[in-house]
């Protein structure tokens, strides 16, 4: 198990790298002189020629590369254009809404894709199964902006249940302001006793939370009920089955325990897609997270910022395939010896 | 697929050698999900061959308003409404099935080349030149899809082609993969080491007895990719970074509508509709297919 995590450690760690690389690779795809960008337009050519040498542009570019590697590896990650902010300070200000937003998507994804997936699997071919299969493909073709506006559009436009956007009512922040524990809002609001504001939080997040989970909730259902099957066909399945266990048992206490395995194989796939996903979602309900950080960036080309949000999402999602692998080497040691 | 998209059936389908196009079709009669997918998705791009003879008002698709019908709701004469210019949403929505799905197809075929070169080429020979080109798809693969198209279209140039090139650049490493673990598992075989041991040349042993083994499992995974593909894109269009305004892209439209969505819903919601439905249709293909092709394979999501 040592030997393996220090492999998969040591692998991990070549990927961020390349990531880091890569991110460089994008940054300079930049059509135009980033000297001319930094300095402005009226710049003379002599102050560009200074900007030039200022920002290292000068240098060969495998020095400017090992530059580049340096800063982020010592938190220096630029400065955005827009925000005139450190890219890391905004990055990790906002990160804990996304982040909220993401695992509330997940957990609603757990709660209601494996009942559901044990249930097309129990009723194989039949009405549930096909309702089921029906929802997960209609779940995971939908377009998830489409989705965030037409539950916006009905529960808080119509229904007016539901705030229609932001993180929290503004005006009461002032009253019940919020404590920094965790820095999850959800989280900070519950265990500080701050009910009020612990209501409003949970009232925004509800519909983008919803929303980010349809993908979740499709997949993990299909995938439970795939495994399940599987499973069921299996010799030693048979075997309980003829000992006179009920269907129920069978299922519920057997077959559902060897199915966990392509769920936690998949589990840091399914975060990543919902990561990237709640970025779409934050947009349409004004959601102030990465997501509405890295579109507003991205349309005014504020590059740090979008290198930014590229390389903090994707070590985020090394990290989570890392402790996938873990987790599931711990669990099952045949994989140890891949 | 010989199926045309009226009658799957139609003996006007079958070309020179009728052996193989009965068994073809034998085979969709045995699976109608194949049948009834691909022939949807076939009539979807009859449509948008079809769009300037099929929509009423195809002058609204590029950029051509009618502010005096601006903003009502579907009607006999407007099936999807008009949108806040007053043009024709059933046209425009006709007119966006030559751009998404375009775009999802090239970009798949593009990165299924690229994919398939990598993949087999790694697979095959194995050893530093594996391990090079294995660490490169998983820097690729390390940055979730959206997000690694998100920042390539961000700095390309605005338009239809920096999507396709953000998109490509962002799925290749997929089949890369795909391809390199078959390759890898047939390299070692009997019958490859024949042929090295004949003296063909590596690109000919690639090609006629290495590449055919990975044919099924990539024909499964971009049947499915390619609604994948499109709602990335879509996503794209919608965040401004895909198609430019007039161009009737189906994510555009719905992010065009986006204020409007709670009063004037069907401007955006039929684009969206035509999104899911293509996106269904690839899915709904893909599982078909690997039921029928490749049955002891589970579902790779």
Redesign the interface.
Known sequence: MIAYTARRLGLSALVALGVVVLTFVIARLVPGDPAAGWAGPRASPEERARVREELGLDRPTHEQIIDYVGGVLRGDWGISVRTHRPVLDDLLSLLPNTLQLVLAGLLIGLLVGVPAGLLAARWHNRLPDVLVRSAAIVGASMPVFWLALLLQTFFAGQLRLLPVAGSWDADMLAQYPLAKVTGLPLVDALVTGNWPMLASVFDHLLLPALVVSAYPVAVIARLVRASVLDTLGETHIQMVRSLGFAERAVLGRFAVRLSWNPVLQLCALIFGYSLVNSFLVEAVFNYPGLGRYAANSATVLDVPAIVGVTLLVALLYIAANLIVDLVHAALDPRIRLR | MTASPDSPASPSAAPARPSAARRTLAELRRSPAIAVAAGLLLLIALVALLAPWLAPHPEHASGATDTGQALRPPSAAHWFGTDELGRDVFSRVLYGARFGPTIALVVVVVSLLVGTVVGLVAGYFGGWIDEILM??T???L???????A????????RGLVGVTIALAVTWWPWYARLVRSEAASVAGRRHIEACRALGLPHWRILLRHVLPGSVTPLLVQASTDI?GVI?VA??LS????GAQSPTPDW?LM??QS?NR??TE?WI??FP?LA??LV??L???LG?ALRDRLDPRR??R?
């Open positions: 660490r490169v998983d820097v690729f390390a940055v979730p899809a959206l997000l690694l998100l920042a390539l279209a961000a700095v390309l140039p609604g709602l879509s996503g919608f965040l401004g970074l994510g719905v992010q986006q969505f709670m819903w955006g919601t969206g999104i899911m996106a269904a690839c899915y709904v599982d589970t579902p999501l």
